[in-house]
Nanobody, 116 residues
Framework: QVQLVESGGDLVQPGGSLSLSCAASGSRFSINTMGWYRQRPGNQRELVAKITRTGITNYADSVKGRFTISRDNAKNMAYLQMNSLKPEDMAVYYC??????????WGQGTQVTVSS
C-alpha cells in the first residue's frame, strides 16, 4: 500500500515563499515520476510541476520561474519550493507518484493559503 504524506502547507502573504514536502512509502516498484497538483476552489485538479526519476521537470505555465520541484530518489521524497506566491496560488496541493508499472497514487493534500 503506497502512502504519500504531504507537509508544509501554511498561510503566507502574497509575495512570500513556502516549501512543500512529500514523503512516499510502501511502493514495491521504483517511482518514475513525482509531481505536485493543486485544486483551487471551484476548479479541477491541475498539474503544478512534475519530475522524472532522472530529473526532467515540467511546470505549469502559471508557476514557471516561481516554483521549483526537486526530489531525493534515495529517500523517495519530493519537494516544491514556491516563491513569489500569489493569491491565485491558494489551493490544496496534492502529491502524486507514478511507479514503474504506470500506477498512480495520491496524497491527501496540504492547504496553501495566500492572503494578507
Amino acid at each position: 500500500q503506497v502512502q504519500l504524506v504531504e507537509s508544509g502547507g501554511d498561510l503566507v502573504q502574497p509575495g512570500g515563499s513556502l516549501s512543500l514536502s512529500c514523503a512516499a512509502s510502501g511502493s514495491r516498484f521504483s517511482i518514475n515520476t513525482m509531481g505536485w497538483y493543486r485544486q483551487r476552489p471551484g476548479n479541477q485538479r491541475e498539474l503544478v510541476a512534475k519530475i522524472t526519476r532522472t530529473g526532467i521537470t515540467n511546470y505549469a505555465d502559471s508557476v514557471k520561474g516561481r516554483f521549483t520541484i526537486s526530489r531525493d530518489n534515495a529517500k523517495n521524497m519530493a519537494y516544491l519550493q514556491m516563491n513569489s506566491l500569489k493569491p491565485e496560488d491558494m489551493a490544496v496541493y496534492y502529491c502524486n507518484i507514478q511507479d514503474a508499472l504506470g500506477r498512480t497514487s495520491w496524497g491527501q493534500g496540504t492547504q496553501v493559503t495566500v492572503s494578507s
